[in-house]
């Protein structure tokens, strides 16, 4: 099973500043990002490691292959602060990684 | 636009069997290369794939889960259906429905709460 381990657990930041969330997976694969707040499904931010879905604003981007990949948010809006997952499915099991939770600080 | 529901009961008891069902809109279960998968997300956890069924019947589910789950497709019905056996409360989470193609598309998502 390919192991998707995401850091840090949680990012405090203010409106406006960067954020760089990062997944590292046990063997080479190809990923996916999802966005998920309170309450609410999860929602597609990136697919391939560094497409945006339709939709998406540009301030999202994704970046890496093989084992090492980033989800950068060039400038957090209010509506950011969530909690943000990784997905491989290049094997099976499919897996996702932990979560790494974007707080206000 | 396709979109996917998630439907059945919100209460199962333990060591019952956890039945859900996906209505696919806006398209047909049957057509194109996709995945039809479940995933699931115990409250407050994060989430887990529970298994996957392809538009050729072939499936493929989580070791942690493959001795209780059958995933299976109703073509007639445009669903595609989830069965867990044996539940305990650890089963109690939102179960969601998913067309896996290389854009992703979730349903919202439906809690089951296993007690008795």
């Known amino acids: 099973e390919i192991v998707l381990t995401q850091s840090p657990a949680t990012l405090s930041l203010s409106p406006g500043e960067r954020a760089t969330l990062s997944c590292r997976a046990s063997?080479?694969?190809?990923l996916a990002w999802y966005q998920q707040k309170p309450g609410q499904a999860p929602r597609l931010l990136i697919f391939d490691a560094s497409n945006r879905a339709t939709g998406i604003p540009a301030r999202f981007s994704g970046s890496g292959s093989g084992t090492d990949f980033t989800l950068t948010i060039s400038s957090l809006e209010p509506e950011d602060f969530a909690i943000y997952y990784c997905?491989?499915?290049?094997?099976?099991?499919?897996?996702f990684g932990q979560g790494t939770k974007v707080e206000i600080k | 636009q396709v979109q996917l529901q998630e439907s059945g009961p919100g209460l199962v008891k333990p060591s019952e069997t956890l039945s859900l069902t996906c209505t696919v809109s806006?398209?047909?279960?049957?057509?194109?290369?996709?995945?039809w998968s479940w995933i699931r997300q115990p409250p407050g956890k994060g989430l887990e794939w529970i298994g996957s069924i392809y538009n050729s019947g072939s499936t493929n589910y989580n070791p942690s889960l493959k001795s209780r789950v059958t995933i299976s497709v109703d073509t007639s019905k445009n669903q595609f259906s989830l069965k867990l056996s044996s539940v305990a409360a650890a089963d109690t989470a939102v179960y969601y429905c998913a067309r896996d193609s290389i854009v992703p598309l979730w349903g919202q998502g439906t809690l089951v709460t296993v007690s008795s």
């Open positions: 063997q080479s694969v190809n």
């Open positions: 997905q491989q499915r290049s094997n099976w099991p499919w897996t």
């Open positions: 806006g398209g047909s279960v049957s057509s194109g290369s996709y995945y």
